[in-house]
């Protein structure tokens, strides 16, 4: 992690929004693993397995424009309070889960929670942080994320394999209450909130951020990036699991390949972004790593045999690594070092056109519901593909939404460079 990402830790607020990213990714990190075991145990299909995504995402695509609203003009401490509480229950139900419709049911919920956190975190982190410094603020709020989904990759991956759901579920919501606790404490009451309930059109603030170009193709990009991205989140592991029989423990290791890049590098790409501009550059080359990854995933099918498997062991038990794993983590940190090139300047760009209305929730929540549209429709689809070609069918055509995005975004933010470079740009008022 780069020195003034830690450094930024001397800020209590900031302190107390990383622990917020830091219970969210550990818990949803964590839970992608424990979902690859349910898919083992209750012998799923790829529509199923899908649905476990879609399931998620459908509560977040209803919830993430109305929330973003009340953000932008009510008090988001409470509402990351009442997240982190919702979060605790979640685990609590995935305790009890028999099926694979409870788990479906479970997901809702966590859904629900995770928008909670997510969607007003990083608004606030947005509207606290020195103008001059909301790129290293950004970078580094998701950097700290990256770092506790990567100990979700870990430490959950082991606690799952060696002492099941019940227990980890137990973790998990002891790291969500201490979140909660350094919320209450250390952030300032109503944090974000800036523009008045009676100037919050609703539908026509929405209806003038897309009027701006640029947030129009960040928005076009998300809806088809997201299919893709999605399918590697939710399928990888389960891919993982169910054809190579490879354990949690190891699953977590390869998630954490990717989270590992990823903490390591955005902190600096955040830096990067600040100090040359033209961010959808950053998105473009980000996207375009992240597709060439995906495409790679196939391989694993071709690498298993081919490579001598490795025995390690740690913490007194062995894992024999074959060349389904060796790829996979090569595949998934490619990854992780893709989207520390995307994330940063994607939150920022999204930020800025945010701030040209006094808006910055209801972008952040546009930016969201653009991700949830195809979040919503990718897992099923990639997993039916699955179903009736093949699992590494369903990869590829993952890659090939990543790659129709990437092309589109390219022609469609330059145009929008060009057309915000020549004019005026709105003030609050108008």
Not at 133 to 146: D, V
Not at 190 to 208: C, I, L, Q, W
Not at 292 to 305: F, K, Q
Request: glycine content about 12%; hydrophobic content about 50%; some cysteine.
């Amino acid at each position: 992690m780069q020195f003034n990402s830690v450094a930024l830790l001397r800020d209590r607020e900031f302190a107390a929004l990383a622990g917020t990213a830091f219970a969210r990714s550990q818990a949803y990190s964590t839970i992608l693993i424990a979902l690859a075991l349910y898919a083992d145990l209750f012998q799923t299909s790829g529509f199923v397995e899908g649905l476990f995504g879609t399931a998620f995402a459908l509560v977040q695509l209803v919830i993430v424009l109305p929330l973003g609203r009340k953000v932008d003009t009510g008090n988001a401490k409470r509402y990351l309070l009442a997240g982190f509480l919702l979060n605790v229950c979640v685990f609590v139900g995935f305790v009890f889960v028999s099926n694979p419709a409870h788990v479906v049911l479970v997901r809702m919920v966590q859904g629900l929670g995770a928008s909670i956190l997510w969607i007003t975190g990083a608004t606030v982190i947005g509207e606290i942080s020195p103008d001059a410094e909301q790129g290293l603020w950004l970078g580094s709020y998701n950097q700290f994320a990256s770092f506790s989904s990567l100990a979700g990759d870990l430490l959950g991956g082991y606690l799952l394999y060696a002492h099941g759901f019940s227990t980890t579920y137990v973790v998990l919501s002891a790291i969500t209450l201490g979140a909660f606790v350094l919320v209450f404490v250390s952030l300032r009451d109503n944090p974000g909130g800036r523009k008045d309930p009676e100037e919050a059109g609703g539908v026509e603030t929405f209806r003038s951020l897309l009027g701006l170009p640029m947030l129009r193709a960040l928005v076009g990009f998300r809806f088809l990036f997201s299919v893709g991205k999605m399918a590697v989140i939710i399928f990888l592991p389960i891919y993982a699991r169910t054809t190579f029989g490879i354990s949690a423990f190891a699953i977590g290791w390869i998630m954490a390949g990717g989270k590992l890049a990823k903490a390591l590098t955005q902190g600096f790409v955040g830096n990067l972004t600040d100090r040359f501009g033209r961010e959808h550059y950053f998105v473009a080359t980000g996207a375009f790593l992240y597709g060439i990854g995906t495409a790679a995933i196939p391989l694993a099918a071709y690498a298993e045999g081919r490579i001598d498997p490795v025995s390690v062991t740690f913490l007194g038990d062995t894992q024999v690594l074959g060349g389904a794993f060796f790829t996979l983590f090569a595949a998934f940190s490619l990854l992780g070092i893709a989207d520390s090139i995307r994330l940063p300047a994607s939150m920022s760009l999204f930020v800025d056109e945010g701030e040209q209305y006094d808006s910055v929730a209801s972008a952040m929540s546009l930016r969201s519901v653009s991700w949830k549209i195809g979040q919503v429709a990718g897992p099923v689809l990639v997993g039916t593909t699955m179903d009736f070609v093949s699992t590494e069918a369903g990869f590829v055509l993952a890659a090939g939404f990543i790659a129709v995005a990437t092309a589109a975004f390219v022609v469609t933010s330059r145009r929008a460079d060009a057309t915000r470079s020549a004019t005026p740009q709105p003030s609050p008022g108008d």
